[in-house]
């Protein structure tokens, strides 16, 4: 159930989250106090449910990774698309693309003969994965996915959950400081105007 909140709260947020065709420090900003809104209802709805609320620990790091992931997927986007229209279609087809992955990339690994690097790389860039890693939750082996999937009855790994978090933050960091580039060339030039006066 925590993964379906997170994956409606994931799409939902994506339909709905207000997007500049400018990628500003300020546009940055705004996007990731809608991204904290979007994780605070879902940790909310989670509380609710009675049937997720009981391992409160693991839904707060479950909250956390969602915010990064919303944050680190739209930023990304719309530090590259200068279309608002645009940006919201690519974001959502790319999100909609990596969740499917053990899906539609399955059979490769099948095929290739389950080398572990090729299995630990299609499961390790969905988006459930990240948020399966925090529950200590195999989703591939739950009842849909394994009979949707044949990554379920191959050996793989998940990456550990630590390794999701910093790369997201990378990312996140990455597109901040892309968003700050005008403000700190305005403090550069500053800087240079007033050593050259002196």
Known sequence: MILVYAAVTHATAILLMPLDSTFSLQTFWTLVRHCAIATIVFLAAALVDPQTRAIFTQLLLTTVMLFLLLVATLAVVLARTRHQAAARQIVLSITVALMLTPLWLGPLAEVSGNLPLLSNAIVGVSPFSAIATTLDFDYLRSRWFY???????????????????????????????????GKFTRIAHLFRKRVTAS
């Open 147 to 181: 009979q949707h999937s044949v990554l379920g009855s191959l050996r793989y790994e998940y990456f550990a959950w630590s390794g999701y978090a910093l790369t997201l933050i990378a990312v996140v960091a990455g597109c901040s400081l892309s968003a700050a580039d």
